[in-house]
């Protein structure tokens, strides 16, 4: 299983950047798939989450209304499309992979075995 994540960059606050994660090595459908994210010095927190034939979306409190979590199985991918970002939201960026069926809180760092390199947020005030 492999993921990539891309899409990160510079955005002045107000404005919008959408994230994508490609996956290879997996039959999506199976899979949570979720954004992280991590500033230095502080926990990677869990941001949003989307599986598939189950049909689960789930979201922080401290994104929930401003991003929105998609996925498209025929490519492998899964976006995350952030507005109205804040200089709070300024960090790294990782999208993650577990077999749906095993896990318990789809937020929740432990319970992802697969991970992609992380893509960098930078929101200016």
């Known amino acids: 299983v492999q993921l990539q994540a891309s899409g990160g960059g510079l955005v002045q606050a107000g404005g919008s950047l959408r994230l994508s994660c490609v996956t290879s090595?997996?039959?999506?459908?199976?899979?949570?798939i979720a954004w992280f994210r991590q500033v230095p010095g502080k926990e990677r927190e869990g941001i949003s989450c989307?599986?598939?034939?189950?049909?689960?979306?789930t979201y922080a409190e401290s994104v929930k209304g401003r991003f929105t979590i998609s996925r498209d199985d025929a490519k492998n991918l899964v976006h995350l499309q952030m507005n109205s970002l804040k200089p709070e939201d300024t960090a790294v960026y990782y999208c993650?992979?577990?077999?749906?069926?095993?896990?318990?809180?789809?937020?929740?760092?432990?319970?992802?075995?697969?991970w992609g390199q992380g893509t960098l947020v930078t929101v200016s005030s």
């Open positions: 993650a992979a577990d077999v749906l069926a095993t896990m318990h809180d789809l937020l929740k760092e432990d319970e992802y075995s697969f």
């Open positions: 090595g997996l039959t999506l459908g199976y899979f949570a």
């Open positions: 989307i599986s598939g034939f189950g049909g689960i979306v």
